[in-house]
């Protein structure tokens, strides 16, 4: 079963909202796997509303080492069947959340994806959505740490990011 987290609360009457990235690396969604539960990756996102003021980089790792953040609650880790169980991931300010506000120690780290942001507006895309092939799908081990970070060194920037993945039992 899929299922799809944004780095914010779900939306309700307003549109989903963004989050800013600060002029430093941030954390901008973590998530958290539990000790009985790997997840797969299907698809990773992110939208930004304007270029930074200084090139950037957006990332998408895993550590052993949580972010403090804002935690998610239940209703935002939402599985795409509508008859589907609730997810595993371990939710909390030191596990599955958004926009963080302290990074932590990372010391290791496995990189899936890094992304070139460009200052020169038009020279690079303000969106990007990776989807994996079945059998190039990353895997988060139990216990484990998977993170969209931001950096932007000048200039923060409003933006949205997303995971879609599936818990492997």
Request: negative net charge; aromatic residues 6%; charged residues 15%.
């Amino acid at each position: 079963m899929p299922f799809i987290v944004w780095n914010g609360p779900a939306p309700t009457t307003a549109a989903q909202q963004s989050v800013t990235t600060g002029t430093s690396i941030k954390t901008m969604l973590q998530l958290s796997t539990p000790s009985t539960r790997q997840i797969q990756l299907l698809e990773w996102g992110w939208s930004s509303d304007d270029p930074p003021g200084a090139d950037g980089v957006i990332e998408l790792l895993q550590t052993d080492v949580a972010a403090t953040v804002t935690a998610h609650v239940a209703s935002g880790v939402q599985n795409l069947d509508p008859n589907g169980a609730a997810s595993l991931l371990t939710l909390g300010t030191s596990a599955t959340g958004y926009t963080s506000t302290a990074e932590g120690s990372t010391t290791a780290t496995r990189v899936f994806d890094a992304i070139s942001l460009s200052s020169v507006s038009g020279e690079s895309g303000l969106s990007y959505v990776r989807q994996w092939m079945p059998d190039a799908r990353p895997i988060i081990p139990v216990s484990k740490f998977l993170r969209v970070r931001a950096t932007t060194p000048t200039t923060a920037i409003d933006m949205r990011c997303y995971i879609v993945f599936q818990e492997l039992g």
